[in-house]
């Protein structure tokens, strides 16, 4: 799986727009970029996944270059309860025998009112 | 549903003794994992089951156990606990090759 670069630490102003950046330059043709996001003492939370288009659910949009090899995230109106560790994922649709994901350390998003 | 549960939410344990973390899903999920989260750091895969009957190690086995006799459970077992195991210790079961969902975590301290 291909490895991704995620800032450390992001602010964002309450009712503002959350832009996540990652960066996945090795990312191979059959790798999807998944998006998790993890509030403090819970499990992760799934939010977002795709391959070369640009995706959009009830919680975020994703938007993935022409090359793939970067992303962002848009959290479109951010709230307090927002505030998490954002996970850029990249990995091959079917995971590989063990459907496992590989966390990095993610971006510590703070929402601030 | 519930979702995926897990009991109990903490636990302390002495060096040298042994227990069972429970996972439970009620979504009828074929893949279950179980990882290990530590301060500051990812979360690293345990063992995993891709079905009823069916486990495998991943990149952290070392000291755990598991089983799958039921689609809905995957218990972690705790041979002989070690302070190194002291983690937050999250299950989470898919639908195949899609999103994961996870449990809220098990805090498990060994001293």
């Known amino acids: 799986d291909a490895k991704t670069t995620q800032p450390t630490s992001m602010d964002c102003a309450e009712g503002r727009a959350a832009n996540l950046p990652c960066n996945h330059s090795t990312i191979s043709g059959n790798e999807y970029v998944y998006w998790y996001r993890q509030i403090h003492s819970q499990g992760p939370q799934y939010i977002i996944h795709g391959l070369k288009n640009n995706e959009t659910n009830e919680m975020a949009s994703l938007i993935i270059t022409e090359d793939r090899k970067s992303s962002t995230l848009i959290l479109p109106h951010a709230t307090l309860r927002d505030t998490a560790v954002y996970y850029c994922?990249?990995?091959?649709?079917?995971?590989?025998?063990?459907?496992?994901?590989?966390f990095g350390t993610g971006t510590l998003l703070a929402v601030q009112p | 549903n519930a979702g995926v549960t897990q009991t109990p939410k903490f636990q302390v344990l002495k060096t040298g003794q042994s227990m069972t973390l429970q996972c439970a899903q009620d979504m009828n999920h074929e893949y279950m994992s179980w990882y290990r989260q530590d301060p500051g750091m990812g979360l690293r895969l345990i063992h995993y089951s891709v079905g009823a009957g069916i486990t495998d190690q991943g990149e952290v086995p070392n000291g755990y156990n598991v089983s799958r006799s039921t689609t809905e459970d995957f218990p972690l077992r705790l041979l002989s606990a070690a302070p190194s195991q002291t983690s937050v210790y999250f299950c989470?079961?898919?639908?195949?090759?899609?999103?994961?969902?996870f449990g809220p975590g098990t805090r498990l301290t060994v001293t």
């Open positions: 989470a079961s898919s639908p195949g090759a899609n999103e994961q969902y």
């Open positions: 994922i990249v990995r091959d649709r079917y995971g590989g025998a063990t459907n496992k994901l590989i």
